[in-house]
């Protein structure tokens, strides 16, 4: 098991008063709680001070903390001889393995109502803890719906009173429908209660994978539709992969590169049967390597063109 | 390793939840799920005067921002008395960021 300094994560001493613990943790809380940062790391950071916080507030758990002695953060360490029974009201002369559990883990089972907490605590309903997940699905998978596989690992005590990482995997149906970042929840699949307490919750957020040719706001697609110049000039008919097959779309004359053309209906399912739209992004393309009749033509229409894109500029300094 | 099927719930505006439905996925207690109401921060969907209670309905949308509350409540805790304020603040940026979202849409539309 790796140690974590708790007192260092507030940024208290250790002979710190139950009031300065409070006021550093309220301080980081503001500045790292997920639902109040930005942070992107916050939400880690976070998890640790809380961590830190829900062991140095209680004066038991302080007590069994400081009776592990100090180490570096990181240190790979077990708790001494008899540390459990005598500080927490473990039950005493019982082997535990410390391999596949962290601190957290540890001081955690303190207030569960699992099989080491205190006698006081067997009878009272302890609600299990609400778990959040990310998953990934590919576009294709949201369009048409799909089952994906979940996994994830909690602190769970075995039969032989153990507390260990449970793995636990379960395959949920995804129905389409969804939009990128969708939350859902799969009732009573988080943390198991105690003592009668109802299970956690699994809460789940959908994201959707990049694809190579869609990008995805809302129910609306956007495509990239690279087109000639002379395409762009003259106007075209050409044809669009969308996620229901190909569909062939009129470009107008004189089309500006950036001009979004919508083709209806041709976007991601929504909940009544109705399609969001699609809209293919011109973006005029010239040939990297142009032959040399095609540098002359070029040419040619430069020479007899007075088209000039940048009128609206003003070159003067202000 | 266990694997099971299992449906999924959506959370959007288009589904509905009950009061203890929503009590026993956001943490909060009854009481206090009905503290907001009366306070008027949680709004059921067409309430009436007969409608007691146990027959309110909420919009699942309101899950995250309820649990979102939960978590401060029990992170920073908050006096009873403020989580209506909260809440309604909660809400607030939730609908500014669907605004802001739908602007940016709307941006990125025209930008191009």
């Known amino acids: 098991m790796k140690f974590k300094d708790y007192y260092e994560i507030l940024g208290v001493a250790r002979t710190a008063t139950n009031d300065e613990i409070k006021k550093a943790y309220r301080k980081l809380a503001h500045q790292y709680h997920p639902d109040v940062s930005k942070d992107p790391a916050g939400e880690a950071k976070f998890k640790e001070i809380g961590e830190a916080y829900a062991t140095l507030k209680d004066k038991d758990k302080r007590a069994a903390y400081d009776a592990l002695g100090r180490h570096s953060s990181g240190e790979e360490f077990r708790p001494p001889p008899g540390w459990a029974g005598s500080q927490a009201g473990y039950q005493s002369g019982q082997a535990y393995s410390f391999d596949d559990i962290d601190l957290a883990d540890l001081f955690a089972s303190f207030s569960k109502g699992g099989r080491h907490t205190q006698h006081q605590a067997h009878h009272m309903p302890i609600p299990g803890q609400d778990y959040?997940?990310?998953?990934?699905?590919?576009?294709?998978?949201?369009?048409?719906?799909?089952?994906?596989?979940?996994?994830?690992?909690v602190p769970e005590y075995d039969h032989q009173g153990q507390l260990r990482r449970v793995p636990h995997a379960f395959k949920a149906r995804i129905p389409k429908g969804v939009v990128n970042g969708q939350k859902m929840l799969l009732r009573g699949k988080g943390g198991?209660?105690?003592?009668?307490?109802?299970?956690?919750?699994?809460?789940?957020?959908?994201?959707?994978?990049?694809?190579?040719?869609?990008?995805?706001?809302?129910?609306?697609?956007?495509i990239d539709l690279p087109i000639t110049p002379w395409e762009a000039a003259l106007g075209a008919t050409v044809k669009v992969p969308t996620l229901q097959g190909a569909v062939n779309l009129k470009v107008p004359a004189g089309a500006r590169s950036g001009?979004?053309?919508?083709?209806?209906?041709?976007?991601?399912?929504?909940?009544?049967?109705?399609?969001?739209?699609?809209f293919a992004v011109i973006q005029i393309t010239v040939p990297t390597n142009p032959t040399e009749q095609e540098i002359a033509l070029l040419k040619q229409w430069s020479d007899i063109s007075t088209f000039n894109p940048r009128t609206h500029f003003v070159y003067e300094a202000v | 390793m266990n694997i099971e099927d299992s449906e999924l719930i959506w959370i959007d505006e288009l589904h509905e939840v009950s009061l203890g439905g929503l009590a026993a996925l956001s943490g909060l207690s009854l009481e206090e799920l009905q503290l907001l109401v009366e306070s008027g921060a949680l709004a059921p969907i067409s309430p009436t005067e007969e409608r007691s209670p146990e027959d309110w309905q909420f919009s699942s949308q309101c899950i995250v921002s309820i649990r979102t509350l939960s978590r401060l409540k029990r992170d920073f805790d908050l006096e009873p008395n403020s989580l209506g304020l909260m809440l309604a603040f909660l809400e607030r940026i939730r609908?500014?960021?669907?605004?802001?979202?739908?602007?940016?849409?709307?941006a990125e539309n025209n930008g191009k």
């Open chain 2, 95 to 106: 609908m500014l960021e669907f605004k802001l979202h739908a602007l940016d849409h709307i």
């Open chain 1, 259 to 278: 001009q979004k053309l919508r083709i209806s209906n041709r976007g991601m399912p929504k909940h009544n049967q109705e399609h969001g739209d699609l």
């Open chain 1, 132 to 153: 959040e997940l990310t998953t990934q699905i590919s576009l294709e998978d949201a369009y048409h719906g799909a089952t994906v596989d979940l996994s994830f690992s």
């Open chain 1, 192 to 222: 198991k209660g105690a003592n009668g307490g109802k299970d956690g919750n699994l809460y789940l957020n959908i994201h959707f994978l990049p694809h190579r040719l869609f990008r995805v706001i809302d129910h609306d697609l956007l």
